[in-house]
């Protein structure tokens, strides 16, 4: 119970600094450049700033320092940028770190000792999983918003409008998260950017086929010239059928995949519940080594299982 009480009271501790560094935390260009990883030169003011902004949150300040220039941290700051989250490299692992200790710690409080591995695998994973849908999720979004932006800015340009202010149409029009996005680069343009750099920062932010071809078409257009407006109309066309499709099969696929998750989910739901309540019933499953044979060939069908019924439901058009 002593080291049930200090273990708390560091989890404690390092909860009350993480929610003081979220909410001193850098916001606005500064977030994006940080996030992306880019290393443009500042002023001395601003570098100031900065720094007085982050003293409080040394923790995590210590652990972007930690993770700074490897790959994996670069990685996960683009994935934090595209998922829109206003936390650095360092408040996410240092978020993942502390469930996994809470969780840890509650299953070794309800003397479930067994799941405590458990507990904590599932909190170092959760925050992960939650970062993924988010940024699924803002990706569908801004691909379902493609169709509607392309008409918006068609529509500006023939009504006379530089491809500039048809994106500053959609930043202040269109609903999120399209509208976020070509804010910033229009925030980009008038700091002086270059067209391709800021599309390019669009690209790694909103990683889509769609505004690839986009992004070609103005690019190529630029350089060579044309009519913009009727190549744009043929895009916005295509994406739209695209959509439509998409759409049509998702819903033909719905209860196939809603299956896969309720087959895959099912064992480890009702063996956490009859654990539980029955802890003696589950025990010789995880005292004896047959009982661990057969969770690990269990697993491995469970994912073999959930792997199959994904590559049935998926279509790709």
């Known amino acids: 119970m002593e ?3 200090i273990a708390g009271g560091i989890v404690v501790i390092a909860v009350i600094l993480l929610v003081v560094g979220l909410s001193r935390g850098s916001t606005g260009e500064a977030l994006v450049e940080e996030r ?4 443009e030169r500042r002023s001395e003011r601003e570098t100031a700033v900065g720094k007085a902004e982050r003293r409080d949150n040394f923790v995590s300040a210590a652990v972007d320092r930690a993770v700074e220039g490897r790959s994996f941290a670069q990685n996960l700051a683009t994935q934090l940028a595209q998922a829109d989250l206003k936390w650095t490299v360092g408040e996410f692992l240092v978020l993942t770190l502390l469930l996994s200790l809470l969780l840890g710690l509650a299953f070794y409080g309800l003397r479930r000792y067994v799941l ?4 904590v695998i599932v909190g170092f994973f959760a925050p992960r999983v939650f970062l993924g849908s ?4 803002r990706l569908k979004e801004f691909n379902n918003q493609l169709g509607d932006a392309l008409n918006l800015i068609v529509n500006s340009l023939r009504a006379g409008y530089s491809t500039v202010q048809a994106l500053e149409v959609i930043a202040s029009e269109m609903p999120k998260p399209i509208s976020t996005e070509f804010g910033r680069v229009v925030l980009e343009l008038q700091l002086g950017a270059s067209f391709d750099v800021a599309m390019a ?4 932010r909103m990683p889509s ?3 690839d071809l986009i992004i070609t078409a103005m690019s190529v257009q630029r350089e060579v010239g044309g009519n913009l407006a009727e190549v744009l109309d043929a895009i916005s066309f295509t994406i739209r059928e695209r959509v439509r499709i998409k759409g049509e099969i998702r819903t033909l696929t719905a209860q196939g995949r809603y299956t896969g998750y309720l087959i895959t989910g099912l064992p480890f739901v009702l063996g956490g519940v009859i654990y539980l309540i029955n802890p003696e019933f589950m025990g010789p499953l995880f005292s004896d080594p047959c009982g661990w044979l057969m969770v690990g060939i269990s697993l491995v069908l469970i994912v ?5 019924i994904n590559k049935i439901v998926s279509i790709e058009v």
């Open 134 to 137: 988010r940024r699924s999720k």
């Open 209 to 211: 086929a769609d505004m």
């Open 201 to 204: 920062n669009l690209m790694r």
């Open 304 to 308: 073999i299982g959930y792997i199959s």
């Open 36 to 39: 992306l990883g880019r290393r």
């Open 3 to 5: 080291f049930l009480a």
């Open 116 to 119: 405590i591995p458990v507990g």
